[in-house]
Nanobody, 115 residues
């Protein structure tokens, strides 16, 4: 079955860095766009970063210049490098794989930015 497993979340101080990882299995990874979403308490889930099958990337305005998404099509992994984090980056971060009308989600990993 399809599995997306995130790791790397935790507590980080403002201005610090964190790297999230997502291991995918059960899908033809190269055929899926990959994304990182986040959901803060009381807010809707939002797209943070997107990596297309063609290698293009896109970011929410709030994280441009600070976050970087990358993917490894050999290891079936997608990463989110988070630099210069801010308290407003605090949320549960989800990995997603999507292709046409099909979307798969991971279980999420908590990121808390606090001093």
């Amino acid at each position: 079955q399809v599995q997306l497993v995130e790791s790397g979340g935790g507590l980080v101080q403002p201005g610090g860095s964190l790297r999230l990882s997502c291991a995918a299995s059960g899908i033809n990874f190269r055929a899926y766009h990959m994304g990182w979403y986040r959901q803060a308490p009381g807010k809707q889930r939002e797209l943070v970063a997107h990596s297309s099958t063609g290698g293009t990337t896109d970011y929410a305005d709030s994280v441009k210049g600070r976050f970087t998404i990358s993917r490894d099509n050999v290891k079936n992994m997608v990463y989110l490098q988070m630099n210069s984090v801010k308290p407003e980056d605090t949320a549960v971060y989800f990995c997603a794989a999507y292709f046409t009308l099909r979307t798969y989600w991971g279980q999420g990993t908590q990121v808390t930015v606090s001093s």
